[in-house]
């Protein structure tokens, strides 16, 4: 669990790169990258736009894929937005996650939602 606050990126981050780092047998780099950047952008996403106080982060390591799954309090779904060129406002990160990811789910309800992403192990 991540107190909603800008540091939880890089908690976030730190947590699943020693999660990684466990794995046998070891991820290859570039699976690994993306795997850490799914989890910064998921984490991010939820500390910007979420409502509540606090997300929470599970990694799930299969034969082939690493899920992601990032859990807040807000039912709202994300939405997809024009990326900011100019503002530094985002709209980078729900499209990169989706192109990086096998598959990727988003299940909501009345307690908040959760944002599964799939990713290839390498």
């Not at 990684?20 to 570039?30: I, V």
């Not at 859990?71 to 985002?90: Q, S, V």
Request: glycine share 10%; charged share 25%.
């Amino acid at each position: 669990m991540f107190e909603k606050r800008p540091e939880a990126v890089a908690q976030a981050r730190d947590f699943a790169r020693a999660f990684l780092a466990g794995l046998r047998p070891t991820m290859d780099e570039q699976a690994a990258g993306s795997v850490e950047l799914t989890v910064s952008e998921l984490v991010t996403n939820s500390v910007r736009h979420a409502s509540g106080g606090a997300c929470s982060l599970r990694l799930v390591a299969r034969r082939d894929v690493i899920t992601v799954a990032v859990t807040d309090a807000d039912p709202r779904p994300p939405c997809e937005r024009t990326p900011d060129l100019a503002g530094g406002t985002g709209g980078f990160g729900w499209p990169m996650v989706k192109t990086l990811a096998v598959t990727v789910d988003v299940s909501t309800g009345p307690q908040g939602k959760t944002i599964r992403a799939d990713l290839p192990r390498g």
